[in-house]
């Protein structure tokens, strides 16, 4: 359980501890019965928009990664990025990427920046699942109901002023009114063309190349490894001329003892 200034209440983002056979849990999360981390558990009557209602709901909702308590997928991460694809930030998800766990993630990336800069923060937010997003945010920010509630802080009053738009390569797949209008970017902004949407899922599709390496790694071993890994794409991205290549290149550098840079990258 993680108890944010945001969420006071607190919100289940699981562990990084091996679960046990057939258990989908750990040791620890098993004697506290901390089982009920999935949207469905969350939902309630104002949550409509998010789930498969038949009339209003969103044809398009994350499912939980735990299904009777048996681990179904591993689990991965959810990161931030520019559209011109530098990687802000990211954070392991232990279960589902749900709507509360995505907000966390880009609760905790904005209270990285110092309050004073946050006014040149973007305001646009683009998402694959932002219909849900934007509703569960709008149905919690700033309401006093216990376990139904954001706070007001510096990084949920900033997501409160962002517009909530699906990116275009999942927007085809969104089939509710408000999904084609209010959340469609070509639709309701103007400008949107000269804005690269689908960033992040050409970014996955590079790190595709290193997921069964990666997927036998320890929680800590993982997260140095892709902060080693994001390092080198935005310095790719930025300034390097080319150096560093979207391909296996990226495990094969040496480390220097002397001055801690890399010495040699081969084919």
Same mark, same amino acid.
């Given at each position: 359980m993680l108890v944010t200034s945001e969420f006071p209440? *607190?919100?289940?983002?699981?562990?990084g501890n091996t679960p046990k056979s057939k258990s989908g849990l750990c040791e620890r999360c098993k004697e506290e019965e901390i089982i009920h981390d999935n949207e469905t558990y969350l939902k309630t009557n104002d949550?409509? *928009?998010?789930?498969?209602?038949?009339?209003? *709901?969103?044809n398009v909702s994350r499912e939980d990664r735990f299904v009777d308590m048996e681990k179904k997928i591993s689990q991965g991460i959810i990161y931030t990025l520019s559209p011109c694809g530098i990687i802000i930030g990211f954070d392991e998800v232990y279960h589902s990427e749900s709507c509360y766990i995505a907000l966390w993630h880009l609760f905790r990336m904005i209270s990285l920046v110092d309050n004073q800069h946050h006014q040149f923060l973007p305001n646009i937010l683009i998402y694959n699942?932002?219909?849900s997003l934007y509703t569960y945010f709008w149905n919690r920010y700033d309401k006093i109901e216990i376990n139904r509630r954001i706070l007001q802080t510096p990084s949920s009053n900033l997501i409160s002023r962002c517009l909530f738009f699906i990116d275009r390569f999942h927007q085809q797949n969104h089939k509710r009114p408000m999904c084609q209008k209010?959340?469609?970017?070509? /639709?309701? /902004?103007?400008g949107a063309i000269k804005?690269?949407?689908?960033?992040?899922?050409?970014r996955n599709s590079i790190l595709?190349?290193?997921q069964n390496a990666l997927s036998s790694y320890s929680s800590k071993k993982i997260r140095i490894t892709y902060l080693i890994l994001f390092h080198l794409m935005n310095a790719e991205r930025n300034m390097c001329d080319g150096q560093f290549e979207y391909n296996r290149n990226y495990a094969q550098g040496n480390f220097s003892a002397n001055d801690n840079s890399f010495n040699t990258i081969s084919d």
């Open positions: 209440d *607190g919100i289940y983002v699981g562990c949550d409509k *928009g998010i789930y498969d209602d038949p009339t209003t *709901g969103c699942n932002a219909c209010e959340r469609n970017i070509d /639709y309701a /902004y103007k804005i690269n949407t689908e960033a992040a899922e050409q595709k190349q290193y």
